[in-house]
């Protein structure tokens, strides 16, 4: 069974600063290359974290190879400008008249959103590009998208600008992006989410935003980061006599911590509920990897539980429908 990511050309990964979103980018992107897809995960403008999973170092602006049918890019505003700007005006000293001049640096910094557009902007070219033959140079673009507000501010863009101004070149390149994120048989948007009260909270909002504003079509939201059951009854009523039969300082200490983690784990177990409860995406639990050094092996540990998981609610939505 074709996991349902897999036939998406352009899968973005938003949620709360930190709560996993390169990693689940990379994870994703991994299987993808595994499956034989040719893909590239773009994080934008940021502290590049993909290509260091593969022990590789930064990217930059230029896609690199970072493991067989996978490239990582750190697309920054400045390139993506130079890129567009040599496209449409095909020559580097007329693009050095018009973008190079001090009016125009000043009028894209002066333009509210204006940088962040050539971001997505590149994104998009790379869902687009074709090789000299006419495929699609990349199977599948990753979209490692920016923290919560300014992810859905720089997701909205297109149809902001759409509302200023409906005409001209500028919107038609505009109205193709916004095509590109309204199209279920191309795009698919992921929330991340830590089993915490903030990113919980966030989570719901950017849900409810992904819905009624900016009107992407979802694919899964990923809880990340949960601990794992840790005493079962028989365990717990172990514990318990334990605890009441010793008095070394160093057993009870431990004791403490097992029941803190326990109940931290049940407060996670609520908000996976929660969430559950109140939004409609397919909700997938990742663990918390206790790993020291967090690379290929954990995204590949990821990777398997996003795959089971996938493949189960495919299979549950094929059975319903
Ligand atoms: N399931 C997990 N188990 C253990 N550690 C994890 C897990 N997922 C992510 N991490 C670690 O958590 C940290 C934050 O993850 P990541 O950088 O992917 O978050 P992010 O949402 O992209 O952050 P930012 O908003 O800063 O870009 C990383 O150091 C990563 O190695
Ligand atoms: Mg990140």
Not at 187 to 201: D, G, Q, R, W, Y
Not at 216 to 222: D, E, S
């Amino acid at each position: 069974m074709t996991l349902p990511f897999l036939d998406k050309r352009f899968v973005i990964v938003a949620g709360k600063g930190g709560v996993g979103k390169s990693t689940l980018c990379a994870a994703l992107g991994l299987l993808a290359a595994k499956a034989g897809k040719r893909t590239i995960v773009a994080e934008l403008n940021t502290k590049e974290k993909v290509p260091h999973f593969f022990g590789k170092p930064d990217s930059g602006y230029n896609a690199q190879e970072v493991r067989e049918n996978l490239y990582s890019i750190n697309i920054q505003p400045e390139p993506a400008l130079h890129e567009y700007g040599l496209q449409k005006l095909k020559f580097e000293r007329v693009y050095k008249l018009v973008f190079e001049n001090e009016a125009m640096q000043r009028l894209i910094r002066m333009i509210p959103g204006m940088s962040e557009l050539f971001l997505l902007g590149k994104a998009f070219d790379l869902e687009r590009s074709r090789t000299r033959t006419g495929t699609p140079a990349w199977d599948l673009v990753i979209v490692d998208a920016p923290a919560t507000g300014h992810g859905v501010s720089l997701l909205r863009l297109p149809q902001v600008i759409l509302e200023v101004s409906s005409t001209g070149p500028m919107a038609d390149e505009v109205r193709l992006m916004r095509d590109l994120l309204s199209d279920p048989r191309r795009t698919m948007i992921n929330i991340a989410c830590l089993p915490e009260e903030m990113p919980v909270k966030e989570t719901l909002m950017l849900a409810e935003q992904v819905e009624s504003i900016l009107k992407i079509p979802t694919g899964f939201l990923f809880m990340n980061g949960l601990l794992p059951e840790v005493e079962n009854d028989e365990e717990r009523a172990w514990s318990a006599a334990l605890r009441s039969d010793t008095e070394d300082p160093v057993v009870l200490r431990a004791l403490d911590c097992l029941d803190g983690m326990a109940r931290r784990q049940a407060l996670q177990e609520s908000y996976v509920e929660l969430l559950r409860e109140k939004t409609r995406m397919p909700l997938v639990e990742i663990p918390y990897l206790f790993q020291r050094d967090f690379g290929v092996e954990a995204l590949e540990a990821i990777g398997d539980v996003l795959e089971k998981a996938m493949v189960a609610e495919a299979a549950a939505t094929a059975g319903a429908g």
